[in-house]
């Protein structure tokens, strides 16, 4: 008796029991990454990696990223956003290797598809593009 109450009131009401959905609250196109990388041994870092990132959408804005992330040696994270997928990251193993992306089957590192700088004052920043949908 309940159901077809609720039901009813339902029908009534113009109310669904269809799913939601749910916009999009970024822009696609030409997304981008800005990415910190702290030398590990320096300054306080310690043995691994750690990394700030902030992932933006096609119109510039920050829709995620991570802070201070430590990652060991060849090892990937995850990083969330508003976007559909997540951004992978793989740290190298030396300060040499470069770090690895990548986005929803699209791949690219430090040393192809980003511009890079060098380490200074035990960090080097890196700014890459990607396509999110």
């Known amino acids: 008796m309940h159901f077809s109450t609720a039901l009813v009131t339902a029908a009534l009401f113009g109310l669904s029991s ?3 959905t749910i916009e999009k609250r970024y822009a696609s196109g030409q997304c981008g990454i800005h990415v910190t990388q702290f030398q590990k041994n320096e300054h306080n870092v310690g043995p691994k990696y750690r990394f700030n990132v902030l992932i933006k959408d096609a119109n510039g804005y920050i829709i995620g990223g991570t802070s201070y992330q430590q990652v060991a040696n060849g090892a990937s994270i995850d990083i969330t956003s508003q976007l559909p997928h997540p951004l992978v990251l793989t740290a190298g193993s030396t300060d040499q290797d470069p770090v690895r992306f990548g986005y929803n089957g699209q791949h ?3 040393n192809h598809g980003c511009s890079l700088g060098k ?4 960090n080097r920043d890196m700014d890459c593009g990607f396509h999110c949908a």
């Open 108 to 110: 690219w590192s430090s």
């Open 119 to 122: 380490y200074d004052g035990g």
């Open 18 to 20: 269809a799913a939601p």
